[in-house]
């Protein structure tokens, strides 16, 4: 999978000029609820389009191709997995893992890992296409080299994923109430789920 990251994150992070209104929305939510101006670690940072706008200073990723990209993003990166992230405990005090969780080899080990990690009054953040929502079916359905390896996940399932490894007080989040390529303008996000593709769970350690 590290190789289709590699190969292809010119176009990866091109999806998001073009899909704009889509990028738009899901920052829109994300900064509702991300903590601002503290020490924020993003697990799978990618090419650093979030972290950059969310003003998270840190990010992992397994992709050489996709951290090359955010580094010009000025944010600083390692080459790490989220199953294994390099930093002491107790050394953030939030942590983002926005749609990299359908990525991941083993899921429960990456939120272990951000538990570790985080301060006893840090905040979790994680962001998934709902695999039961309209957009979920889609692109289970749909040919895609990023995510036809993907295993998406339901909000009970990753809401269970995140209780198990002790975190709580856990919020909801939705936005993306159309397709991508279909939307005029951006969406104003709202709280819960169900409605829309894009739901971010916040949770505290």
Known sequence: MRNIFDKNSKK????YDINQFAYLSELELLKKI???EKRGLEVGVGTGRFAKELG???GIDFSL???KIAKKRKIRCILARGEEIPFKDNFFDYLTIIITICFTEFPAKVLA???RVLKESGEIVVAIIDRNSFLGKFYQEKESIFYKEATFFSISEISE???TQGF???SFYQTLFNFP???EKPNKSKKGFKEGGFVAVKASS
Not at 12 to 15: A, C, K, L
């Open 161 to 163: 994923l995140l209780k």
């Open 113 to 115: 890992e951000a538990k």
């Open 168 to 170: 709580n007080n856990l």
């Open 34 to 36: 991300v903590p601002k």
């Open 181 to 183: 390529n279909k939307l």
């Open 12 to 15: 990866y992070d091109n999806w």
């Open 56 to 58: 998270t200073e840190f």
């Open 65 to 67: 191709g996709m951290l």
